[in-house]
């Protein structure tokens, strides 16, 4: 079992930068690869980024590339998310999730991923 907590969640303005942080319970945080995923109000769910367990490639969806980096302390069971350049639609519920193993295009799906934090909100105001 792998518990998620997610920390950093707030209000910016437009062009401001946030770091999310997610915190796992757990000695075998190291094989498993690590998603970010958002809810914009009255929106589904989508993916955001995501990095595989051994932290060798990462992938962004292509509205967050080049704004957002995500990383791996392994040391410390924690995955970071750095916003930069934020947007107002990049408002939403962020999510971050857990996937023994994993790699390729799949972490990109939701339904791969075994765990889910209880979510931040991140709020850009115009």
């Known amino acids: 079992q792998v518990q998620l907590v997610e920390s950093g969640g707030g209000l910016v303005q437009a062009g401001g930068s946030l770091r999310l942080s997610c915190a796992a319970s757990?000695?075998?945080?190291?094989?498993?690869?690590m998603g970010w995923f958002r809810q914009p109000p009255g929106k589904e769910r989508e993916f955001v980024a995501a990095i595989t367990w051994a932290g060798s490639s990462t992938y962004y969806r292509d509205s967050v590339k080049n704004r957002f980096t995500i990383s791996r302390d392994n040391a410390k069971s924690t995955v970071h998310l750095q916003m930069n350049s934020l947007k107002p639609e990049d408002t939403a519920v962020y999510y971050c999730?857990?996937?023994?193993?994993?790699?390729?295009?799949?972490?990109?799906?939701?339904?791969?991923?075994?765990?889910w934090g209880q979510g931040s909100q991140v709020t850009v105001s115009s």
């Open positions: 757990g000695r075998t945080f190291n094989s498993y690869s």
């Open positions: 999730a857990a996937r023994r193993g994993g790699s390729g295009a799949t972490l990109l799906q939701g339904q791969v991923y075994d765990y």
